[in-house]
């Protein structure tokens, strides 16, 4: 007799007994707790990289030949990594914490808000069931 899938999307599968994630299966009676949290945001980096890309246009405005080939890699190194800071800005990742009895912890990441709440509720039923 096969089980029930209660959640089965993106790698993960949910059922009455087990969680199922790359290839691993967790039984849920080892499940301690079960959360999920928006990925914090690295201020520092983005700080860091807007620095470089500030220090690679005064280059480039400097009209000397060094100025210029060095204010167009910073420019392009900070620029580039300011573009997935306005990914990471405007679609956020969410991580579903699944704290075991053993102390190990599995981090499921989605740029989904839907996926992590629907994954939170339906591992948070099934562990109240038990």
């Not at 007994?17 to 959360?35: A, G």
């Not at 030949?65 to 620029?79: A, E, F, Y």
């Not at 704290?99 to 808000?113: A, C, M, P, Q």
């Amino acid at each position: 007799m096969e089980e029930q899938n209660l959640f089965d999307e993106g790698g993960v599968l949910v059922t009455r007994t087990k969680l199922s994630y790359e290839n691993k299966y967790y039984q849920l009676s080892s499940i301690k707790s079960v959360l999920f949290i928006k990925e914090p945001f690295d201020v520092k980096g983005l700080l860091i990289n807007l620095l470089v890309a500030i220090a690679g246009l005064y280059g480039i405005l400097t009209f000397s030949t060094i100025g210029l080939i060095l204010g167009l890699i910073g420019l392009g190194i900070g620029g580039f990594n300011l573009k997935g800071f306005y990914q990471d800005f405007t679609d956020p990742v969410y991580i579903v914490c699944v704290d075991l009895h053993s102390g190990e912890t599995i981090y499921i990441k989605r740029r989904n808000l839907d996926f992590a709440k629907r994954l939170t509720d339906i591992l948070n039923s099934v562990l109240r069931m038990d």
